[in-house]
């Protein structure tokens, strides 16, 4: 008990110390903090503030304090200490000024959440799990630690200020080298297809706080990281940088959120929302790496500017969700789609809560997902003008992959609200179960619900701080639409004042209640719509993609028109791990053909012998 | 001021465009059908009576049908006819609006426990998520490229065949997005075959009256859009081309049949072609 309370309040210093850092960094610029040396200049640690973190770090902080609040309530206390130990390590990373700082933080940040990752280690599933991440995150480590020392060899000195200051003069190859190892690195860190694999297997297993803070913020500190290679270490980026990014973060949109949408289990199809939102980020950094790269300043402030909207805007909502779909596994025992359902009548703060995060995960106004989509669609559309043909094609393929994953979000999370939420529940209910109450827990997701909303209603108090932000990285400030500002009040409004209106007519006419008609069968939990059913349109339609599997079978009775039991399974299985397990097992069939060459025989070994002198002559001779 | 005239212009006319076209298609296919006035008669009988919901629907199905109607109403505000509140007609807010619609009545409709309402949830979550690229495509391809996103460009558009292939890539969005065969039929009464009368099947009385008003007011919307594609203003123009399109449409749900539900992808991804494309012609330079 004691542990939890000093994690906890550990975990809400930070995010306090996050927000002050934020503050003074969106404020005054840039900041020395100050350096530990070291007798090997490679291993000095140099920390300062920058405007570039500063956004980072005002979600780190936000976020941090949601969660520990949650973990005063929730949390083991072992947990709530590596949480605080796992905000601090982001926050020494967003701090970081140097190789050496930010490798070590980095690091830090990789174990420490491994650790979070493995915190039901007693289940096989949960070790696999955290087998998997901690090889993504350390092969990831290493195209990090690469990227550094390319960037920091050119430069000859280990601090970023004079990488940045040496970056210009960088050869083209060294800087294609540091960016593709940049993009493997962080990418993989950040959930970027084709290496998020390890995502939607380490979130089903951590605890709800942990995939909170993985999802929320250390996605977002990867691409911040991304940010700081490609527009300052690495800078001026080439074109071709940016087009790439966009492909990839269109990519990753699409197939994130089309994997969500076959997914069940409640987190995982989390995790793949996570790789989607990642995705539209990278579009926004990309396009802004393009249009810097073609001149456009004031078009890549404004990309920048939605990017890192959206990537606030996705740590709120994807803690909220998070949380909740933790209250939800500690009330049902399970968050699983298929067994949930009539949740609203009992979660009674959780409900309402959850559904926020829902329409602002699929960004729609007055929420806050709906701004920054918003103006990531505004800047690609004026890409379409300011670029040349060839880039406005990838510009107009990104505008259409995003509008297609918007589309797709919403009917994801129509299933899991509704599926999850509303109808009956799914299972047999023995005993009637308790009204939630209000806690600590509660008032975390109030927290980030009301926060989803303020930035969605007040666009401006987001934007305009990171405006400035974003200036001084690019040099020009974005220009914002005259209908930002405006636009979610005024889409809103008369929907919502209608729903009141509608509310309100109800209390002087009459509404009556009948059982739901069924075509006159008793009215059964399972005669309801399930989760499997309601994508399976869409499963047909993207087959392709999802590669939906599917089991049927029939135990005969007495005659084959009376089965005893039908049992159904359909599954999807992800591209990219189709695609592992194809090539693995390409190449154990080709070793064990090629077993044959081994057979034993001293003869055969004297043959390869004199054959390989023959070759080696001939070689020589020629 | 001028916003509260047109919408409530559009809101009274849209049971008119509905009936029209209700009686037009009764004409085509030879039966005497019901009259143009009948959708107002309709309102006066539902209006009247008690609305009737499943046992243990929450709140979010009692304000669905208030969520709808306020979403058609402000499509009907945001249509550039000279009377729409400056923010408003945005395009890609207009696709979102749309969403919050499509997000409100999925959620409502699995509220309801039934598997018909369900399976309606489904299929129009699916068809929404397929028309919203070719929507903005169409929408964008037509107005001025790449000089903003707000409606009104739509009004000084220059005409031709690039054009014309964003037209025929909204009419095609534009048969889904309002219920209308090839996509969906409005008159069906068999439950396996609905998606929007699906939708609100549980629905009944003044609740279905709110909901009814929602789809005919977005049908007219859209018409007048289409119409804008066309004419690019002036009142009269722009009457006389809803007119036509109304009637065309008519044509077209007495000519075709429904096609099966896996063949709406291959339909919409013909309308997002012929959109996208009219795009891409422009990027490289063709003329309007």
Redesign the interface.
């Given at each position: 008990m004691r542990l939890r309370l000093l994690g906890a309040g550990s975990t809400l210093t930070l995010a306090l110390l996050a927000a002050i850092c934020a503050f003074v960094a969106a404020t005054r610029g840039s900041v020395e903090l100050g350096s530990v040396p070291a007798s090997v200049p490679a291993l000095q640690l140099d920390f300062a503030l920058t405007p570039l973190a500063a956004p980072f770090l005002a979600l780190l902080a936000m976020l941090g304090s949601a969660v520990g609040v949650w973990g005063l309530r929730r949390d083991r206390p072992i947990d709530a200490m590596l949480i605080a130990a796992f905000v601090a390590a982001m926050l020494v990373l967003l701090i970081a000024s140097s190789v050496a700082s930010f490798f070590l933080s980095w690091e830090t940040m990789s174990l420490v959440s491994a650790f979070l990752v493995a915190a039901y280690h007693k289940r096989r599933a949960v070790r696999r799990a955290t087998w998997v991440y901690l090889v993504a995150a350390q092969a990831g480590a290493l195209c990090i630690l690469a990227t550094m020392l390319v960037l920091a060899t050119h430069a000859g000195g280990w601090s970023f200020p004079a990488i940045a200051t040496a970056a210009a003069t960088l050869p083209p190859s060294a800087r294609d080298a540091a960016f593709i190892l940049a993009m493997l690195g962080f990418g993989s860190k950040a959930g970027l297809l084709p290496l998020h694999f390890w995502l939607p297997r380490a979130h089903p297993v951590a605890p709800p706080s942990a995939s909170a803070m993985l999802s929320g913020a250390m996605l977002k500190v990867a691409l911040y990281a991304l940010t700081l290679v490609t527009f300052n270490l690495a800078a001026p980026a080439p074109t071709s940088w940016g087009v790439a990014l966009m492909v990839v973060g269109t990519l990753s949109a699409i197939g994130g959120v089309l994997y969500a949408l076959v997914d069940h289990d409640l987190k995982r199809l989390l995790a793949y929302h996570s790789v989607e939102n990642v995705g539209i980020i990278a579009i926004g950094i990309g396009l802004a790496l393009v249009a810097r790269s073609t001149g456009d300043l004031a078009l890549a402030a404004l990309a920048l500017t939605a990017a890192i909207f959206h990537a606030i805007n996705h740590g709120l909502f994807k803690g909220l969700l998070f949380l909740g779909s933790g209250v939800v596994a500690d009330t049902e025992g399970t968050v699983d789609l298929e067994r949930l359902g009539?949740l609203?009548?009992h979660l009674v703060w959780t409900g309402p809560l959850f559904?926020i995060g829902c329409?602002a995960i699929?960004?729609?106004?007055p929420f806050n997902g709906?701004a920054s989509?918003?103006m990531t669609?505004?800047s690609l559309?004026?890409?379409?003008?300011?670029f040349v043909?060839a880039f406005?094609?990838v510009s107009?393929a990104a505008?259409?992959?995003l509008?297609?994953t918007?589309?797709?979000a919403?009917?994801c999370?129509?299933?899991v609200?509704?599926?999850a939420f509303?109808?009956?529940p799914r299972r047999a209910v023995t005993r009637p179960i308790a009204t939630e109450r209000f806690d600590a827990a509660t008032l975390a997701l109030m927290a980030l619900a009301v926060l989803c909303t303020l930035f969605g209603i007040v666009p401006m108090l987001v934007v305009v701080p990171l405006a400035r932000v974003v200036a001084s990285t690019i040099g020009v400030a974005p220009p914002i639409a005259?209908?930002l500002p405006?636009?979610p009040i005024?889409?809103?409004?008369?929907?919502?004042?209608?729903?009141?209106?509608?509310?309100a007519?109800?209390r002087y006419?009459?509404?009556?209640?009948?059982?739901?008609?069924?075509c006159g069968s008793p009215?059964t939990?399972s005669?309801?719509?399930t989760a499997t059913?309601?994508?399976?349109?869409?499963r047909?339609?993207f087959a392709f993609v999802l590669l939906p599997e599917r089991r049927r079978i029939v135990e005969a009775g007495a005659s084959s028109w009376f089965p005893k039991r039908i049992v159904y399974r359909t599954e999807s299985r992800d591209i990219i791990d189709e695609t592992a397990r194809r090539f693995a097992a390409l190449m154990l069939q080709f070793a064990r053909r090629s077993r044959a060459l081994q057979s034993g025989s001293l003869r055969l070994y004297v043959a390869y012998s004199l054959g390989a002198v023959i070759v080696a002559i001939a070689l020589a001779n020629r | 001021m001028n916003a509260l005239v047109q919408l409530l212009l559009v809101a009274a006319l849209a049971p008119l465009a509905h009936g029209a076209m209700k009686a037009l298609r009764a004409r085509f296919s030879g039966r005497p059908g019901p009259s143009i006035l009948q959708s107002y008669r309709d309102y006066a009988k539902l209006w009247c009576k008690?609305?009737?919901?499943?046992?243990?629907?929450?709140?979010?199905t009692?304000?669905?049908?208030?969520?709808a109607?306020?979403?058609a109403?402000?499509l009907a505000?945001a249509l550039p006819l000279g009377g729409s509140?400056?923010?408003?007609p945005?395009v890609?807010?207009l696709?979102?609006?749309l969403?919050?619609g499509?997000?409100v009545l999925?959620?409502a409709?699995?509220?309801?426990?039934?598997?018909f309402?369900?399976?309606a949830?489904?299929?129009s979550?699916?068809f929404?998520?397929?028309?919203?690229?070719a929507l903005?495509?169409a929408l964008?391809g037509a107005a001025a490229?790449?000089?903003?996103?707000q409606l009104s460009s739509l009004l000084t558009l220059a005409h031709g065949p690039t054009s014309a292939l964003a037209f025929a890539g909204f009419f095609l969005v534009m048969l889904a997005e309002t219920a209308r065969i090839p996509i969906d039929n409005q008159e069906t009464h068999y439950e396996l075959t609905m998606i929007h009368e699906g939708l609100v099947?549980?629905y009944s009385g003044?609740?279905l009256a709110?909901l009814q008003a929602a789809a005919q007011i977005r049908q007219l919307s859209f018409l007048l859009l289409g119409a804008i594609l066309l004419s690019g203003g002036g009142v009269l123009a722009l009457a006389g081309w809803a007119v036509v399109l109304a009637a065309a449409v008519s044509v077209v749900e007495t000519v075709f049949a429904k096609v099966r539900?896996?063949e709406v992808?291959q339909l919409l991804a013909t309308g997002?072609i012929f959109a996208?494309t009219s795009?891409?012609l422009r990027?490289?330079?063709a003329p309007a």
């Open positions: 009539g609203w009548s559904l329409v699929v960004g729609l106004p709906f989509e918003w669609f505004q559309i004026a890409s379409w003008h300011a043909p406005a094609l107009l505008v259409l992959g509008s297609l918007g589309g797709l919403a009917a999370f129509v299933k609200f509704g599926v509303l109808g009956h005259a209908a405006v636009l005024a889409l809103a409004t008369l929907p919502i004042a209608a729903a009141i209106g509608v509310l007519i109800e006419r009459r509404v009556r209640t009948v059982p739901t008609w069924t009215v939990p005669a309801q719509y059913a309601f994508s399976k349109s869409l047909t339609i | 008690e609305a009737v919901l499943p046992e243990g629907a929450s709140i979010i009692r304000c669905a049908p208030g969520v109607f306020g979403v109403l402000t505000a509140v400056p923010p408003l945005d890609v807010g696709i979102f609006l969403a919050v499509h997000f999925g959620v409709a699995l509220d309801t426990r039934s598997a309402s369900g399976m949830a489904s299929r979550m699916t929404a998520s397929l028309v919203e690229p903005l495509a964008l490229l790449g000089k903003g996103t099947l549980e003044w609740h709110f539900l896996f992808p997002l996208v795009i891409v990027l490289f330079g």
